[in-house]
């Protein structure tokens, strides 16, 4: 079946106000003071995350879906896949939807709206309740939209769409729920992101001033006054990655430009920093302020107390500064800080590439495995050349990355956001003497101790007659893109591979490594934090 690409735009402002009913902040008293803040008089309209649902099919179910599917829903799907066929497409909907190689599911999943610059997100997919549908294992979920919870059959715009492969995971020590699974990385936000702030009265004047300030410290056009009262920030390019700090950095900016009252709000913002470090709200508001507060942060690097030093050094860096880049690396190369990775990720974030990915390589020796995981992370947001990245060329996409530095030998994988396998100190070889089967008997890999290849063996469970067979090397990444690639199509002299899903690889890879087929350690990622939504 072809999907089209539809592309949906929103203001996401408009949405927000619907969230938050647009109650507004009555602080126009407040402007008169020459010290008040954007925050203290106005309501910023931004939440942190935003709970999103919908419906879909999941096909490739091989006889495990179900035909059962509400009216309600069957009529709302019909109309969709409809709108998504191209006119070269004829199928009957009634027999897909009928169909038990296909499922009706429950969509759930979070947007993360703040912590994130993100477009991409997981879901949850749960089979409808009251179908008979016994597994979505392997199953591929057909590109499907996501509303604001609650609002299925309200017209209510489209906040975000999502399809892709179904992840179960099969390495956890729980049971598995075969009615339940994951679309890893698969959600894409459609909302344009802008955040809103809503003074407590319609004062042209204020909302001019405070559009004209914004302007003046975050770059022009970065603010528009939509209305009296109501004024749209975009967000800089610079803080992509970090909005809820924008935001925080917005309320922190002082209303008006006072150059006579520097000192003294620079005075009290270092105060801050220096006896509550734990908090964020000194270093944001001299971050706020802009680089006249460099030179009085400069003498608090030389303070005894390393996250003082940590936090002066980054804003230093934040505000275009150098200075403290060597407090910087000295966290972060510091075994016994607690801070080194926040003082990696700030280097990462605005200081110059060679510095981050120089440090993040030094990390990657380090003795603890969290570390060195976020050393690599770094570097991949660098996109360093440490890193060699290949995709599976496989309907369920995931990546395969290497890093080839010395150390010890261990295999990453993810259960979140993008799905990939992480080799460190690759190359990793297969042991010989070694046959491996999956738990459900449909997967063989077989290292023959007098040879040097792996032969990998693969029932497919659509076709039980059907046996596919590839040799490839004994190095892992061979391994991994024989099992996974997608196989031939007819007529075609490539030799690809098996088609296993991503789910099933990385149980096959933690059996290797538990079973010493391999020698390296295995490490997976967290499982998607879906399940903080509110059933209805």
């Given amino acids: 079946m072809t999907m089209k690409k ?176 994951y679309i890893l990385g698969g959600g894409n936000i459609k909302a344009k992101y802008i955040i809103g ?76 920093l220096i006896e509550n470090p734990e908090s964020d709200e000194g270093e944001i508001a001299l971050e706020a302020m802009g680089n006249q507060c460099l030179s009085q942060l400069y003498s608090v690097l030389k303070s005894p107390d390393e996250h003082v030093r940590l936090r002066a050094a980054r804003c230093m860096l934040n505000l275009r500064s150098d200075e403290g880049m060597n407090v910087l690396k000295e966290i972060v190369l510091n075994k016994l800080s607690p801070y080194r990775v926040e003082a990696l990720r700030a280097v990462t974030e605005s200081g110059r590439s060679l510095d981050a990915s120089t440090l993040a390589l030094e990390l990657l020796k380090d003795e603890s495995f969290n570390i060195r995981l976020a050393a690599y992370e770094q570097l991949r947001k660098l996109r360093d050349i440490s890193i060699a990245v290949r995709p599976t060329e496989s309907a369920s996409v995931f990546f395969v990355e290497k890093l080839t530095q010395a150390g010890r030998k261990e295999i990453y994988v993810s259960r979140s956001g993008q799905p990939k396998v992480v080799l460190f100190g690759s190359p990793i070889y297969c042991n010989k003497g070694f046959t491996i089967q999956s738990k459900n008997g449909e997967v063989t890999i077989t290292a023959p101790i007098d040879q040097d290849y792996v032969t990998v063996t693969r029932k497919y469970p659509n076709r039980p007659d059907l046996t596919g067979q590839i040799r490839c090397t004994n190095e892992i990444d061979s391994i991994i893109h024989a099992l996974c690639d997608d196989p031939p199509e007819k007529g075609q002299r490539t030799r690809g591979g098996l088609g296993v899903s991503y789910s099933d690889l990385i149980a096959l890879l933690k059996q290797m490594c538990d079973k010493g087929a391999i020698n390296a350690e295995f490490h997976a990622g967290t499982m998607p934090k879906i399940d903080l939504i509110v059933k209805k």
Wanted: net charge negative; proline share 4%; hydrophobic share 35%.
């Fill in 6 to 181: 539809n592309a949906f735009t929103i203001i996401f402002l408009c949405f927000i106000c619907f969230l938050a009913g647009c109650k507004s902040a009555d602080g126009n008293s407040s402007l008169k003071n020459p010290d008040v803040t954007i925050g203290s008089v106005v309501q910023i309209i931004s939440p942190k995350s935003v709970q999103v649902e919908g419906v879909g099919l999941v096909g490739g179910l091989n006889g495990k879906g179900s035909s059962e599917c509400p009216p309600e829903i069957r009529q709302y799907l019909s109309q969709f896949i409809l709108s998504e066929l191209s006119s070269e497409d004829k199928i009957s909907i009634d027999n897909l939807i009928n169909s038990l190689n296909t499922a009706v599911v429950l969509i759930e999943g979070i947007l993360p709206v703040e912590d994130s610059g993100n477009s991409y997100f997981d879901s949850k997919v749960t089979a409808y309740r009251g179908t008979q549908t016994v597994s979505l294992e392997n199953g591929w979920l057909y590109r499907s939209e996501l509303k604001i919870v609650g609002s299925f059959g309200i017209n209510t715009e489209i906040l975000a769409d999502v399809e892709g492969p179904v992840f179960t995971d099969h390495i956890s020590e729980s049971p598995i729920d075969k009615r339940t699974g």
């Fill in 197 to 272: 702030l809503v003074l407590g009265k319609n004062d042209f004047e204020a909302t001019n001033n405070i559009r004209n300030r914004l302007n003046f410290r975050f770059g022009d056009n970065i603010a528009r006054a939509a209305r009296a009262g109501m004024i749209e920030v975009a967000l800089p390019a610079k803080y992509r990655e970090q909005r809820g700090k924008f935001i925080e950095l917005l309320k922190a900016t002082y209303v008006y430009d006072v150059p006579q009252n520097d000192q003294e709000r620079i005075t009290k913002h270092i105060k801050q």
